[in-house]
């Protein structure tokens, strides 16, 4: 079965990618949404390898809602 990519995301997830996700450490949304397609499964994890919420955390929530959503397609995917 397919692994989910970047071009098969809805657009509400995919929108503004190259637009910093977050603002304090230069994080692309791109780059958080790579980074849970490659497999993080917490905001922490997501944190941790690309260093967004590690400013004054403003940006977690917004990390948290594309963990969610993403991790919920890709459990649909696999029972596809
Ligand atoms: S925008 Fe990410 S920590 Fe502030």
Known sequence: MPELSLE???ETI???LSRNL????DVPRQEVIECILQGASTWEEVSD???AC??????ERQVKRL?????????QNSSD
Do not use: M
């Open 8 to 10: 098969s995301l809805p």
């Open 14 to 16: 995919t929108r503004n």
């Open 22 to 25: 977050c603002v304090c450490y």
């Open 49 to 51: 390898k690309t260093y």
């Open 54 to 59: 590690q400013g004054s955390g403003c940006c």
């Open 67 to 75: 963990v969610e959503q993403i991790n919920e397609l890709k459990a």
